[in-house]
């Protein structure tokens, strides 16, 4: 409906039209429409000529406009004032506030500025109730130091009422009102995070922070508060003007912080990040406050938020960057665009370049580290806009693991590649190698230790195991230290130069242990290939338990080629070659009852080229060096047709001569049975082939026995018995009846102990007398010692000079010498000591072979041969004889001439050589 309005008849809907004083009778609208000039073009009243009519009254006019919705209350002006506060004047916003004050129920929505007292209008969420309304000091008591600029107008009050109704009606509204302390102090903190540019002077700032640390010692400040106050920009050193964020600043020395980076960096290399010292007063200690809103006392890490390549870049990690491109952590087909990379986020230590300083490095890694090692979680590198990631290191991992950030024990920073762990701190003398052992106490939160984790070298390398032997030259402590095991398993993969450089010269300038136990350069010792000593220690030989490892050493090897055998009292024993050729018929038998002789003729061809020799010692030695280095635990040996063995053939010692001869001879009877076919005599022989029922031939059983064991001496025993016991009877001879001293009877007994072989070549009772004559004349026994020969070792003459003496009898007037006996005189440590008759004192002694023959008593000496069928043994002999001897050879030709030999001969003796008086034979 469209109707008259007061503006000189002009029409408007009804619904758009407002109704006047002459309609209400209240004249509230159209005084506010006289009172907000800006608002009145917006109000239309209906022109009152309606009402001149007469057609309807006042109340029926009003009732009908209201019920066609025409506009008549302060609700409705209300509404229309809210779409028009911004085209209000300041003046008429007082003005307007107040309406709305008068109308807090219409307020709702309403977003109108309210009057500072500084005159100023702001959004009410700026504003701040002061204490002019709430008569509250709070605001000027708490952080007296920050102003509150932003407090609402006084202006407001006027005529309008108590102040208590204007504090809701202004929280209505928005405006701040602070009635707590926390409330308060977080708004001071926020007002001077938001102009400390403005307000923050030298003077001012130590106001705020002693305000600050006040509250601080009275619990008044939240968390959320020192959260805020981390931005805080406080007063740096060395200057006046210069401020920064607590959070990106560090304690100075004055504050005595963990890490003093303030005293450990230089002053031309020093940032700009340490707080002030006037912030401390004596009264006063600011320190707490600073650590709790972010002020470090060691290091400080940053997060970082999704960084592209650029802004990595501007942070100084162009190596970073270069060395994950290199090292492809990503596919090559994403690095043609790799200005287009980045990294979601990770974690910066700020001034981690100040970690290659040593107190520097090592409060690091040992305090701030441990409760930090998020800096070392990988992190998200992307490409393609982020549609593609790849885990990379962090920038934080790849700086220490490439840069000198670990502390050694020599005060230095190295890169961990090229430390070792600090349990070698007791082995490794050069200190710049090992690490601090505080490092080796850190473990990650995945259990492995930040050593390993760093690259710290947990096995020490072959240059300094080596430089360990020898600087320590103890075997038994480089064993315990497992430097062996080290050298031994590093030497086998000696692949890389380096290692190959320090075998080398270790090889020119080392040293090793010997079997002795004593340390003598690589170039004086050996190793053993394919030989073994036997018991016993060598000078020359490397200590066998690092025989292994000789090679990589350096150390020269001996093989069995190297040794060569050495014979110790060699002579040949043709007792053995006859003794075999007398049992070969039995041993053919043995093998073949049919065939014997044609087995017997076999093995007489392979036995018969042998010669064998008996040797007190055999020695395979290695000549070029001094002491010769000598193994003399064998007892046999062979060089080709010469056969040597240790003692008798028949001795404890022989078993090998016989297991020799078994095998060569491929028998197929027992070694056993064999054994016995050589030792039995031939009686017993038949006598075992009886009882197993194996008929022999009969010409066999004629043979008489024999006793291989019995010896010229022997012989002679009886005649000596005779003589010694007619001579007891007449004197009473002393040898007999006065009792030997304990050193002479515990020698006897040795020489009792040696077997039937040994003892067939001295005579007992001469021997038991030769010692007592030896005490009695001033010869020490104490450390004599019986050898298998009889002869007894180690006697010490009255001058103090060891000898060995041979103890002979010749109580019959003959003197009988084998082979080995003549030519042992020859030698200056061999004596002979004969007795000659049955008194205690009838003894001489001979220094040589050559005092023997000038013995006036030996006026004529003949040497007798055994029969040989070998005419160049012969002729060799007689080469060897001087014409003045007037050597002859004697042959049997007749019956009487072969009883002769046969008192010499039987039975037969290797070797043995006979010096006579003139009583003799001949």
Not at 374 to 389: A, G, P
Not at 516 to 539: A, C, V
Not at 764 to 787: H, I, P, S
Request: hydrophobic residues 35%; contains cysteine.
């Amino acid at each position: 409906m469209v109707v008259f309005t007061s503006e000189h008849c002009t029409t408007k809907a009804l619904s758009q039209c407002w109704l006047s004083v002459q309609y209400t009778g209240n004249d509230t609208i159209d005084r506010l429409v006289e009172d907000f000039s800006e608002i009145a073009n917006q109000v239309t009243f209906i022109s009152s000529d309606y009402l001149d009519g007469r057609l309807l009254s006042q109340e029926e006019w009003r009732k009908l406009f209201k019920d066609c919705h025409c506009k008549t209350n302060e609700n409705e002006f209300a509404d229309l004032m809210k779409s028009q506060i911004p085209s209000l004047s300041e003046n008429n916003l007082i003005a307007a506030t107040k309406f709305f004050f008068k109308h807090q129920d219409l307020i709702e929505n309403v977003s109108i500025n309210v009057k500072l007292t500084d005159g100023a209008f702001v959004n009410p969420s700026r504003a701040v109730v002061g204490k002019f309304y709430t008569e509250n000091d709070l605001l000027e008591t708490i952080l007296p130091s920050i102003p509150v600029k932003n407090l609402i107008s006084e202006e407001y009050l006027t005529g309008t009422g108590k102040n208590d109704k204007w504090v809701d009606f202004f929280k209505k509204l928005g405006v701040k009102v602070l009635d707590s302390d926390a409330q308060i102090i977080s708004y001071k903190i926020d007002y001077l995070i938001d102009n400390q540019k403005e307000i923050n002077t030298p003077t001012t700032t130590f106001s705020h922070v002693h305000a600050f640390t006040e509250l601080h010692s009275g619990k008044k400040l939240s968390d959320n508060h020192y959260k805020k106050l981390r931005g805080l920009e406080l007063l740096l050193k060395y200057s006046e003007t210069n401020f920064k964020a607590a959070a990106e600043c560090h304690l100075s020395s004055e504050y005595n912080p963990k890490l003093d980076l303030d005293k450990f960096i230089s002053d031309d290399n020093k940032p700009a990040i340490f707080v002030n010292e006037k912030y401390d007063k004596k009264e006063i200690s600011v320190r707490s406050f600073f650590r709790k809103i972010g002020v470090e006392s060691s290091f400080q890490v940053i997060k970082r938020q999704d960084q592209t390549r650029l802004m990595l870049l501007s942070n100084n990690l162009q190596d970073y960057l270069q060395y994950i491109d290199n090292t492809n952590f990503y596919s090559n087909i994403y690095k043609p665009c790799s200005s287009q990379h980045g990294i979601y986020e990770y974690q910066e230590l700020l001034y981690n370049h100040f970690l290659t300083q040593f107190d520097i490095a090592r409060h690091f890694w040992k305090d701030f580290f441990p409760v930090h090692q998020t800096l070392i979680s990988q992190v998200k590198y992307w490409v393609q806009n982020k549609k593609t990631h790849f885990n990379v290191p962090s920038p934080f991992e790849y700086f220490v693991k490439h840069k000198a950030t670990i502390p050694a024990l020599s005060g230095e920073c190295k890169t961990p590649d090229k430390l070792f762990s600090s349990r070698f701190q007791d082995i490794i003398e050069d200190k710049n190698l090992v690490c601090i052992s505080e490092l080796s106490e850190i473990t990650l939160n995945n259990g492995l230790s930040i050593e390993k984790w760093l690259g710290v070298q947990q096995e020490l390398s072959l240059e300094l195991c080596l430089q360990r032997v020898q600087k320590v030259l103890n075997y038994r402590q480089l064993e315990q230290e497992d430097i062996w095991n080290r050298v031994r398993q590093l030497s086998e993969q000696a692949t890389s130069q380096a290692n190959k450089i320090s075998l080398e010269d270790f090889s020119l300038k080392g040293m090793l242990p010997n079997q002795l136990d004593s340390w003598r350069p690589i170039s004086e010792l050996f190793y053993l290939k394919d030989f073994d000593l036997g018991i016993g220690n060598s000078p020359q030989i490397i200590k066998q338990e690092i025989a292994d490892i000789a090679s990589y050493l350096g150390v020269a090897s001996l093989n069995s080629n190297d040794f060569k055998p050495e014979y110790k009292n060699s002579r040949q024993d043709d007792l053995l070659h006859d003794v075999l050729k007398s049992r070969l018929k039995f041993i053919a038998f043995a093998e073949s009852q049919n065939d014997w002789e044609n087995v017997c003729e076999r093995l007489w061809e392979i036995v018969e080229p042998f010669n064998f020799f008996s040797v007190s010692k055999i020695a395979f030695c290695y000549n070029k060096v001094e002491p010769v280095i000598e193994n003399s635990e064998k007892n046999f040996h062979q060089e080709e047709q010469k056969i040597y063995y240790v003692g008798k053939w028949d001795g404890p010692r022989a078993v090998e001569v016989f297991e020799f001869l078994h095998s060569v001879m491929k028998l197929q009877i027992s070694l056993s049975l064999f054994k016995n076919l050589l030792l039995n005599d031939e009686k017993e022989i038949i006598e075992y082939f009886e009882e197993k029922n194996l008929t022999v031939p009969d010409e066999w059983k004629t043979i008489a026995r024999i006793n291989i064991e019995e010896s010229i001496e022997d012989k002679v025993k009886i005649q000596e018995k005779k003589i010694t016991t007619t001579h007891n009877t007449t004197t009473h001879n002393e040898t007999i009846d006065k009792p030997y001293s304990p050193i002479i009877d515990k020698i006897i007994k040795d020489l009792d102990g040696l077997n039937k072989t040994s003892q067939q070549y001295i005579n007992k009772e001469a021997a038991q007398a030769g010692l007592q004559w030896l005490e009695n004349n001033g010869w020490n026994l104490n450390n004599v010692v019986a050898n298998e020969w009889g002869e007894l070792e180690n006697v010490i003459d009255p001058d103090s000079q060891p000898y060995i003496i041979i103890i002979r009898s010749a109580v019959a007037g003959l003197l009988r010498l084998n082979q080995y006996s003549w030519l042992h005189l020859g030698k200056s440590e061999y004596k002979l000591l004969v007795k000659t008759g049955g008194r205690s004192n009838d003894f001489r002694i001979y220094r040589s072979q050559q005092d023997l023959l000038d013995d006036p008593k030996n006026e004529k000496n003949v040497i007798v041969k055994q029969n040989t069928k070998n005419p160049e043994v012969l002729t060799e002999m007689v080469k060897n004889l001087k014409d003045e001897d007037k050597a002859h050879l004697y042959f049997v030709s007749n019956q009487e001439g072969a009883s002769i030999f046969e008192s010499l001969m039987k039975p037969k003796s290797s070797g043995e050589a006979g010096i006579s008086d003139e009583t003799d034979l001949y």
